[in-house]
């Protein structure tokens, strides 16, 4: 009938291709012996520098203290001789530009002797500051194309560590990067200015509660990465997921997950060899990575780790992507971090748990046995509430993009509209606190489960909201409206922020009230009465699928930002600005970078999506759908010059001859969109093309879509869900 197309060769590759599943084996290779081996942590600092250097070091990276100049060279004599032991050759300053991703320049550690030789040198000043190029990222109008000159500065509180390669290995040393004019054109130096300044509005809060032993308190992050293991053959054969991440077309197939059979299932093999050897690989890099678990859908998976200082999760979470993504390909598999690789099925997020901890390492969103009587618990809990009620619009725009667009609202992930969810126990207390008098907790208690040879199973105090954009999950805040493939800087720098200000707020108030003669308890039981009614309009723990919820929200006055254009212009409204600035986490000039850096990969985004969209619907479902209306017309002709009844074939020749022209006008008024020039700002493009191209894409995908269903399954070009999501 045809002939056989680049898709059936990838099955027939896939069907014939042995992976090696043993690279690693932990039976052999004990984890003990892995774990932090390429770091320059505090066990080899302490080995390998001086006393006063390594006090000295320790002091800036667990206190905060600045960093003592005169120590750099000593730190990268050492550094230096702990890299080359593990092969390096190189070492890079890595950077964290506003594309989400990482960057690399690599310098070499030889220097020629004079004499003919090469010595190996790498002093303080290298270790301290490079100076990479920065004409070429964005920087949303802070640098002209003209102007190059960047900065990257040492980021002590983030080890270095060793990534090895075939050849031998490179040191990476974290950075910070900033303009030659001294803007952040990154996304850790915000991160940190915003838990300075979280720490230092904690730390007043601990001095009233006596706790003057306290120097700096931590945000914590335990971010749970999603992720799609597709073979690499489909890749190849899909244009879309090449340049885009994402399937621009593909119909709806047979089976998804509607039998629910996924989820927590067996991880296939080669699947477990790829989630062995990436673990290995963090372990050396000392990622607490902890849980691994098939996901909702058809080749979904997730990774977790355990907690980490804020800062610290966001280079590992960097480092665990790249690790995915570079270990796949090992296996013949490819990772997809896209928040929506497949329609119709569960998209990938990043749940991003949240939580604050002293020096000393007291959480302190832990509420211990009874939260009613822990009035320290009840304080930070209450901040973190009214930042979310007074400030939901800024949460919203942390995870504003063009693919997260695709997830957000559906039902693998919560709404746009951003609620907190307490659960019972916290709830009540919530409510008693509101009516002015807590006198008791809720106990979870235990459930018998009607098998006598099954332990009495210690039941929680409350259930969890899948549902819930910001959730309460035991001793943390779990924010569940991230993006599979955003950097979680974004949001936690924001969470920091309105955080910090709550804590200011809270903080001046009881300060004056004890000035006043109030004890502290009676001023945090009048203080906290007033907020929690003020916030409470942001609560809500029931099922936040519901159409019932959205016009409760409306109701309640929540903003409701269904798209990320509409989310974009929140971070240069006035009270934005001010917040920031309050803080000294964001200027005015890098508040205005970002909304243009947004605005601008929008557009991007879309672009490439529908010029995409228009290469495969003119080169390969066209031609695919055209030679099969040809087969099925000579069908009609034949049959007709028999005298044999062929309505049938007649009426699915005109199904498909409707479908082809409907296909063939629908490229053309997307190829119309695309290519019109919209006028104004990055910002006036951005909703042109929310507004003309993404309908125009639609339409376009859902006949394409069609005549899959339709058009002979051995002429069609594209690898279809069903192939790709469980040919394994």
């Keep these: 009938m045809g002939t056989s197309t680049v898709r059936q060769d990838a099955i027939k590759t896939i069907a014939t291709t042995h992976h090696d599943l043993s690279r690693i084996d932990f039976r052999t290779t004990h984890i003990k012996d892995l774990f932090g081996v390429n770091v320059f942590g505090e066990d080899e600092q302490r080995q390998r520098l001086p006393k006063p250097v390594f006090k000295a070091l320790q002091k800036t990276i667990k206190l905060g203290v600045p960093l003592d100049p005169t120590v750099a060279d000593a730190v990268a004599s050492a550094m230096k001789d702990w890299a080359i032991e593990h092969g390096a050759t190189h070492y890079t300053h890595l950077f964290q530009p506003l594309t989400g991703l990482t960057a690399e320049k690599h310098d070499s550690f030889v220097n020629p002797s004079g004499t003919g030789g090469g010595l190996a040198e790498f002093s303080g000043k290298e270790l301290i500051q490079g100076e990479p190029d920065a004409s070429s990222f964005p920087s949303g109008g802070i640098r002209a194309t003209f102007e190059a000159r960047g900065y990257t500065a040492w980021d002590p509180t983030s080890p270095a560590y060793i990534r090895e390669n075939p050849n031998g290995a490179t040191l990476v040393i974290p950075t910070a990067f900033v303009s030659w004019t001294g803007e952040a054109l990154d996304k850790k130096t915000p991160l940190l200015r915003s838990m300075e300044a979280l720490s230092t509005q904690a730390i007043r809060i601990l001095k009233l509660f006596g706790h003057d032993n306290v120097k700096k308190v931590f945000t914590t992050v335990g971010p749970e990465q999603e992720y799609f293991l597709i073979d690499k053959n489909f890749l190849y054969a899909r244009p879309d997921l090449i340049t885009s991440g994402r399937t621009l077309f593909g119909a709806k197939p047979p089976k998804g997950q509607e039998l629910e059979d996924q989820y927590f299932g067996t991880i296939p093999e080669r699947v477990l060899a790829c989630m062995a050897d990436c673990e290995a690989e963090m372990f050396k890099l000392g990622i607490p990575v902890k849980t691994r678990h098939n996901e909702v859908a058809p080749s979904q998976y997730e990774i977790a780790p355990i907690f980490e200082d804020s800062n610290l999760a966001c280079d590992h979470n960097q480092l665990t992507m790249d690790v995915m993504r570079r270990t796949a390909e090992k296996y013949g598999l490819v990772c997809l971090l896209h928040e929506k690789p497949f329609a119709g099925i569960n998209g990938s997020g990043k749940h991003n748990n949240f939580s604050m901890a002293t020096d000393s390492g007291e959480n302190l969103l832990n509420p211990g046995t009874n939260p009613h009587d822990n009035a320290q618990f009840l304080v930070f809990c209450v901040a973190v509430i009214r930042a979310v009620a007074k400030y939901p619009e800024l949460l919203r725009v942390t995870v504003a993009s063009a693919g997260n667009d695709h997830r957000l609202g559906a039902n693998e992930a919560p709404p746009a509209i951003m609620s907190i969810f307490l659960g019972d126990q916290l709830q009540d207390v919530m409510d008693q606190l509101e009516a002015g008098a807590l006198k008791s907790t809720k106990q979870g208690g235990h459930m018998e489960v009607g098998v006598t040879v099954l332990p009495k199973l210690p039941r929680d105090a409350g259930d969890r909201n899948r549902t819930s954009p910001f959730a309460f ?256």
């Design 473 to 728: 999950t035991g001793n943390k805040f779990e924010f569940r409206a991230v993006g599979s493939w955003f950097s979680i800087a974004g949001p936690n720098t924001v969470l920091n922020t309105i955080v910090a200000e709550s804590l200011d707020y809270i903080a001046t108030q009881l300060e004056t009230a004890i000035k006043g003669g109030k004890p502290l308890n009676k001023a945090i039981q009048d203080l906290l009465q007033g907020i929690i009614k003020e916030s409470k309009k942001v609560v809500f723990n029931g099922d936040g699928y519901t159409d019932e919820w959205h016009a409760e929200a409306e109701k309640r006055g929540l903003p409701n930002l269904k798209n990320a254009v509409d989310a974009f212009p929140i971070i240069i409204r006035k009270d934005s600005i001010e917040l920031f600035a309050k803080y000294k986490v964001f200027s005015e000039r890098e508040l205005n970078s970002r909304y243009m850096i947004f605005s601008e990969s929008y557009v991007k985004t879309i672009t490439i999506e529908a010029n995409t969209m228009l290469a495969m619907a003119k080169t390969m479902i066209l031609p695919a759908a055209l030679k099969y209306q040809t087969e099925v017309a000579q069908a009609v002709t034949s049959t007709k010059a028999a005298g044999v009844e062929n309505t049938a074939q007649l009426d699915l020749l005109k199904e498909l001859t409707a479908t082809i022209t409907g296909f063939q006008a629908a490229t053309s008024a997307l190829c119309k969109a695309v290519h019109h020039h919209a006028e104004g700002d990055a910002y006036a493009h951005a909703k042109y093309a929310r507004d003309a191209v993404v309908p125009k894409m639609v339409d376009l995908r859902t006949l394409g879509d069609k005549l899959e269903t339709i058009v002979s399954d051995e002429l069609w070009p594209l690898p279809t869900y069903r192939e790709m999501l469980f040919i394994k």
